[in-house]
T-cell receptor, first 111, second 112 residues
Framework: QKEVEQDPGPLSVPEGAIVSLNCTYSNSAFQYFMWYRQYSRKGPELLMYTYSSGNKEDGRFTAQVDKSSKYISLFIRDSQPSDSATYLCAMNRDSNYQLIWGAGTKLIIKP | KAGVTQTPRYLIKTRGQQVTLSCSPISGHRSVSWYQQTPGQGLQFLFEYFSETQRNKGNFPGRFSGRQFSNSRSEMNVSTLELGDSALYLC???????????FGPGTRLTVL
């Protein structure tokens, strides 16, 4: 079993919908949680960075961490076709340790 | 600031050959990590260098090696290429620690 599980999708939703992307993990020591977005033929870019449990909002994006359930989510409000990309979650127990990555979820926003 | 650059962007090699990929991090970033990305396995960590020292290494065979120079530029080398080495190789730089990584566009390696 992988340390971080993420449904590869694809997840296809109509423009304007609220999107929910999720990852589950098995290592309770993880404290730092990140979401990266990767467009086709590009490297990943950091979207959201959270520490421990709770919510963090940045524009249309909200990252949520539930450490008791070992579950993290990324919500995208008012989704746009430009949000179509692969979203990867990543996490580690300490900033001096390598990131452990999910497989990535391919998201398609239909106009 | 200029972003992370990787050269070459595309590479075609045959089995048994060796290849060297190059990465120039963002100015001031001292940590460089390398990843292999394939559709089936996702992003797999190869190794990370900080101030010319390898701090961490992933579960890859010894055919995969790397180094970092005093100007933080990094290279990775794959010897005796196998078909399964075909992948996108990504380099990421960080100011100090792992958590805020900035990725380059990658080098797409095809092994025939």
């Amino acid at each position: 079993q992988k340390e971080v599980e993420q449904d590869p999708g694809p997840l296809s939703v109509p423009e304007g919908a609220i999107v929910s992307l999720n990852c589950t993990y098995s290592n309770s020591a993880f404290q730092y949680f990140m979401w990266y977005r990767q467009y086709s033929r590009k490297g990943p870019e950091l979207l959201m960075y959270t520490y421990s449990s709770g919510n963090k909002e940045d524009g249309r994006f909200t990252a949520q961490v539930d450490k008791s359930s070992k579950y993290i989510s990324l919500f995208i409000r008012d989704s746009q076709p430009s949000d179509s990309a692969t979203y990867l979650c990543a996490m580690n127990r300490d900033s001096n340790y390598q990131l452990i990555w999910g497989a990535g979820t391919k998201l398609i926003i239909k106009p | 600031k200029a972003g992370v650059t990787q050269t070459p962007r595309y590479l075609i090699k045959t089995r048994g050959q060796q290849v060297t990929l190059s990465c120039s991090p963002i100015s001031g970033h001292r940590s460089v990590s390398w990843y292999q990305q394939t559709p089936g396995q996702g992003l797999q960590f190869l190794f990370e260098y900080f101030s010319e020292t390898q701090r961490n290494k992933g579960n890859f065979p010894g055919r995969f090696s790397g180094r970092q120079f005093s100007n933080s530029r990094s290279e990775m080398n794959v010897s005796t290429l196998e078909l399964g080495d075909s992948a996108l190789y990504l380099c990421a730089s960080s100011p100090v620690v792992y958590n805020e990584q900035f990725f380059g566009p990658g080098t797409r390696l095809t092994v025939l």
